[in-house]
């Protein structure tokens, strides 16, 4: 992945007016790689898409896509396209048309653009509507279009800026697999902005979570959702309970922490040195109840319960301090456990984790 | 089944109803019509018999049906009532429509970057521009055209400027075609600007952003998609500009010294000085003609390129 970096980012920092959007942002990006810029609105990660794209440009730092400085070249020099989150489709221009129209800015012959046209309709399943206007489409077809349209260049890189977060549920959940299989059969860098955490775990082969103009943290999915590095990344990404703990003790990215229950216990951790407090993280899944509890167990009472179908989700009194479990109802008599009961509660040491306080 | 019971219970009920509103939007439209009649419809139709009919001999006219003022556009009669053509007020015709496309041609020019850098200001300064636009509409016409004269005329501000970089003294600009057009493009210039403004307001900004990311230059931009889209805004400012310099009396008389006439002030002259009402009904009735013919054929282009859409 060194050699082939598709895209670098060095200490990058902006500011609108007062207000720090960036602050010495650096990474890199692999070529043929799915790279999300997920974070909260305003953490900056459109910014940073809008300068790869050309449309805005850093106060300092550098960004370099495929070893070239791009910082001074404009947006119709880059070989990077974009899609966009309003899709930004011609109004005036026919399907084919729009496709055709970067093809054509590039100088291609006639001939090799209506095959390349009729290709890209072809693979976003849009053959038949070729002669039709954007305004005649619904959302996911003009979200194909616009997809195509910026793939037919073939670019080094494709920006999708929040590209789903227009379209309904189940829409979303098939652009997903698409996006993917689009991604793996080009062999194009992707990068993906969203603020769908989901998406980003579903899709991505690496996440950078964005937060207050930084870079929290960079992983693969699992990395992200299972080994954050801080509280931020931990609480953005998907959900969590939040203990303060104290640490006895750390070696080698293990803690000795003792819980506010009083028990002792070792837990994989991050970064964290011996004495004072820390905070520990452990997601509502990882906590199991009733007959189904192991590792470290007490008592908890239940305070509330959603039923979602799939799971439940509990919350629990555990010696006053709330914490949510969810369980999985895996059979029809799955969801048993009742509002108010006092259950068996546990989890496996090993799938908590000690962050930065 | 179930469906057509349900409307046969439906419709008697729903019916009376139309009636009411029906009645209710002609009653209501009522003072609009009156006032179209009134104010449009009949004037027009006053004009349109002025035109056909005879012309008196002290000036005025009588009531007596005549094509002679329409004959008289393109034909003089000699002494022995023979028609000879003449292409004095064809010219005259030629020249209004000459002048008018020259108007808005170069409102235009000036109009489309004057409109897109507005409509780039913040939201504040915009709207100060945009009064700033239509400021001259608050002073009387004649006076800024009485302005014109005082720069452009003898002793004028740009001849003395011009002198100061040595140009021969004496200079003068007016009473010519140029002096006419500068004044018409002035007037009109704000005719033009704002329904060019208003469509490049509407121009969703990311489209430009696409071009540009589909490797569009500046000028591919404007030229594929600029343009197209706010070409509604373009016919609208065109329209606003040619016709009423079609007609224009007081620019072609006060700034072409009147001896260039074009078709208002032939008009005017007709009704005035010349004393052949309906030859000035006719030229008028003909203009009207002709800015229909225009307004019908951008009409239906715009309306083909409605349905394209």
Redesign the interface.
Known sequence: MNQNKAIEVKSVSKSFGTYQALNSVSFAIGSNEFFTMLGPSGCGKTTLLRMLAGFESPDSGSILLGGREVVDIPPHKRRVNTVFQSYALFPHMTLEQNVAYGLENLGWNAARIRGRVGEMLERVHMSQMAKRKPAQLSGGQRQRIALARALAPEPEVLLLDEPLSALDLKLRQAMRDELRTLQRDTGITFVFVTHDQEEALDMSDRIAVLGGGEVQQIGTPTQIYEEPVNRFVADFVGETNFLNVDVLETASGQATIRTPFGVVLTVPATGRTAGGRATLSIRPEKINLGDQAQGIAFEGRITNKNYMGGYTHYTLDVMGTELRASRRNASREGDTITLGATVPVGFVPGSARVLAA | MTDSALHATAEPERTPRIRFWHGLSFWGLLPSWVLMGLALILPIAIIAAVSVATRGAHGGFTWDFNLAGYRHILFNEGWTGELEFTPQYLLIILRTFVLAGATTLICLLFAVPVAYFICRQPPGRKAALVYLVTLPFWVSMILRVYAWMIILGKEGTLPRFLEYFGAPAGLSFMFNDGATLTAMVYTYMPLMVLPVFASLEKL?G??I?????????RW?TLR??IL??TAPGIIAGAILVFVPSLGAVLEPTLMGGGKQMMMGSLVQLQFGGGRNWPFGAAIAMTLMALVMIFLIFTGLRTARRGT??
Do not use: F, K
């Not at chain 2, 952003?209 to 230059?217: F, M, P, T, V």
């Open positions: 969703d990311t489209l952003e696409a071009s540009h990311d589909l490797y569009g230059d591919v594929r998609v197209p889209l394209a859409l």
